[in-house]
């Protein structure tokens, strides 16, 4: 940390000495403005409807083909088979088929269509549903890559390091979880000192662990050492996601954290992992009604399990090479799936969830944030509510980036700002300006574009729009550059939202205790 922080003074250059006032002076005042920081973002614009009625009706009636035909195992989980056939589903084996209409019906009669996940800090608690989008940060990746260190295996200095540069970007709304998985600590412990982390580094809402039961009872365990037992009994506090084994299987991992979830009434985005080609079939027809048959079947075991509970229809479908068989990403065929799903999720009547700003590539490049921007405006377009990583992801999942994360932070907010929609008020027609200026004059020195200089455009903080000679006396850096020392100035100035000392004291007690119960294990 120190080695960062000296490098952060090294490359950093002071700014503004010699501005005093007059235009540079306010042209430096708001490139240090921090952009108002928003609980999540309120679509102003409507989703993009890909399928018309007869293909909605297709891809619905495909998938219950194949939920009654074909059906769905769920392994090693005999409590779950249970479940299903108490509720008249045919149950051979571990395969369960299901009567046309049977699992909309249950998801309908009980799912909410809205609900909120509390933060600590109240201003930070999200309303998932409706018009509603959420922005969370990049899950799961073993390795970390910057450009001072390169690529690595990522540390639990890591992991704490990301949650500080996350609480401090204004544009992302969601502590989230295994922002990068510490492969220092013990597989079996370390989300507990994972969920810890969130707790005392952010303030904002967080993800609970995902694989197991035992792992997903923790995490409620100590949300109710946060938030207290009656409070976690009747409110979301915790996000959980549900994999499917595509095709067509859940596994005792993912039922286990799911069965915890919902007996909690903690959200559980019910999200089938495809990779059409290879997990689905190659068509983007086909594997839409997999994803959905899938999504139906979990979702309707959530509600079997504890009606009411809140849960979302997910998606995680993409592409992969048909040259090497490596998943692909920001493709055409994602971008029509992700639209298509968000529009059956509408249909079912419950939130949606998907993923964001995806990349194959290995480093922040071109490829990176053309494949980022389109899996981003891809979701936002298919009206998504919660979007999973949103920043910092490369290499196919298998990296968080640092400086990808601040790029695709900036993305972001362009996002929020475009669909925010536009602005009709009286100030924004600005009809006064335009008779004040008069013909053949121009608005620069007017009176109303000084009074609206500092909201009037989005303001980028990785983009270079000086002149060429300015951009080169100051280095000449790419992007990349530029977010380096972005993520540096965000940890440098990260701000501790502190923890009640009693409450911190009693998670450490927990976590300790749940540690010395188990051996290290380097497995899950």
């Not at 007059?22 to 042209?27: D, I, L």
């Not at 959420?134 to 390091?161: E, N, S």
């Not at 200089?453 to 000679?469: R, V």
Request: aromatic share 8%; glycine share 8%.
């Amino acid at each position: 940390m120190d080695t960062i922080k000296e490098s952060v003074s090294d490359t950093v250059p002071e700014r503004g000495r010699s501005r005093t006032g007059g235009r540079s002076g306010r042209v430096e005042q708001r490139a240090n403005a921090t952009p108002p920081r928003k609980p999540f973002i309120n679509r102003k614009l409507a989703p993009f409807e890909i399928l018309n009625e007869e293909g909605l009706n297709l891809i619905e009636g495909n998938a219950d083909r194949l939920l009654k035909e074909i059906g769905m195992e769920f392994h090693d989980d005999p409590e779950i088979l249970d479940i299903f056939r108490n509720a008249g589903a045919d149950v051979q084996g571990t395969r369960v088929r299901f009567e046309p209409g049977m699992c909309r019906k249950i998801i309908q009669a009980t799912a909410p269509r809205e609900f909120q996940q509390h933060a600590r800090n109240p201003a930070n608690t999200v309303t998932i549903g409706g018009n509603n989008t959420v922005l969370c940060p990049a899950w799961g990746p073993p390795f970390v890559h910057d450009l001072d260190r390169g690529r690595r295996y990522a540390t639990y200095a890591d992991f704490q390091d990301l949650i500080k540069i996350h609480q401090m970007i204004p544009h992302l709304h969601h502590s989230g979880g295994v922002v990068c998985e510490p492969v220092d600590l013990p597989a079996n412990k370390r989300h507990l000192d994972m969920l810890y982390a969130h707790i005392r580094h952010s303030d904002r809402c967080f993800m609970g662990a995902f694989i197991g039961g035992m792992r997903a009872q923790d995490a409620v365990d100590m949300a109710k050492i946060v938030f207290g037992e009656d409070f976690v009994a009747n409110n979301a506090v915790l996000y959980n996601v549900s994999n499917t084994n595509a095709p067509l299987v859940l596994d005792a991992n993912m039922s286990g954290s799911l069965k915890v979830y919902a007996r909690n009434n903690q959200p559980v985005a019910c999200t089938p992992w495809t990779l059409a080609g290879a997990m689905s079939p190659v068509t983007v027809a086909g594997t839409v009604a997999q994803v959905l048959a899938e999504a139906l079947a979990t979702l309707c075991l959530v509600q079997l399990i504890n009606p009411g509970a809140p849960c979302l229809m997910g998606s995680f479908a993409s592409t992969i090479s048909m040259q090497s068989g490596a998943p692909t990403f920001g493709t055409p065929e994602a971008g029509k799936m992700v639209l298509a799903c968000g529009q059956l999720a509408r249909r079912l009547g419950v939130p949606f969830h998907t993923v964001g700003t995806l990349s194959a590539s290995k480093v922040p490049d071109a490829q990176a944030e053309q494949e980022a921007t389109w899996g981003l405006m891809m979701s936002m377009l298919a009206g998504a509510n919660i979007v999973n990583h949103a920043t910092g992801w490369l290499e196919g999942g298998l990296v968080t980036g640092y400086e990808k994360t601040v790029i695709d932070a900036d993305l972001c907010g362009k996002v929020s700002a475009f669909f925010d929609g536009i602005d009709l008020s009286e100030n924004a027609q600005a009809l006064d300006a335009i008779a004040a200026v008069g013909p053949g004059s121009h608005f620069l020195g007017s009176a109303h574009t000084q009074s609206n200089f500092m909201s009037a455009f989005y303001l980028s903080t990785i983009a270079d729009n000086n002149s060429f000679e300015q951009w080169s006396s100051e280095g000449g850096l790419d992007a990349a550059q530029r977010a380096n020392r972005k993520w540096k100035q965000l940890l440098e100035s990260y701000q501790d939202p502190g923890l009640d000392p009693a409450i911190d004291e009693a998670l450490q007690a927990f976590i300790a205790k749940r540690k010395e119960s188990m051996p290290d294990q380097n497995y899950y």
